[in-house]
């Protein structure tokens, strides 16, 4: 089991920025990608970024050279700087943890959902 815990959410004026921050405890060295997601109200959870074990990261077109996704110390704590937010990220932000585990011959896998943090940017 994983165990996912956002923080770092708020109220803060376009153009400001803010850090979340994701915690996660348990079984973390089976996590092979975390992800940050959002979901607007009335819209679908989209994906806004996600970085992989190997480092490799991706950020939607939407946020990519605003936000920028991390990690410290392994997968202890995944972190999403936002810069120059606008309303439109006005959103819950959820982070998400793919884990795999088991022999080749069995392998197990699951995904992880934290409670979720509030941005809301005001115009």
């Known amino acids: 089991q994983v165990q996912l815990a956002e923080s770092g959410g708020g109220l803060v004026q376009s153009g400001g920025s803010l850090r979340l921050s994701c915690a996660a405890s348990?079984?973390?060295?089976?996590?092979?990608?975390v992800g940050w997601y959002r979901q607007a109200p009335g819209k679908q959870r989209e994906l806004v970024a996600v970085?992989?074990?190997?480092?490799?990261?991706n950020h939607a077109d939407s946020v990519r050279g605003r936000f920028t996704i991390s990690r410290e110390n392994g997968w202890r704590t995944v972190y999403l700087q936002m810069n120059s937010l606008k309303p439109e990220d006005t959103a819950v932000y959820y982070c998400n943890a793919f884990s795999r585990w088991g022999p080749v011959e069995r392998t197990y896998e699951a995904e992880y959902w934290g409670q979720g943090t509030q941005v809301t940017v005001s115009s």
């Open positions: 348990g079984r973390i060295s089976s996590i092979e990608r």
């Open positions: 970085i992989t074990s190997g480092g490799t990261t």
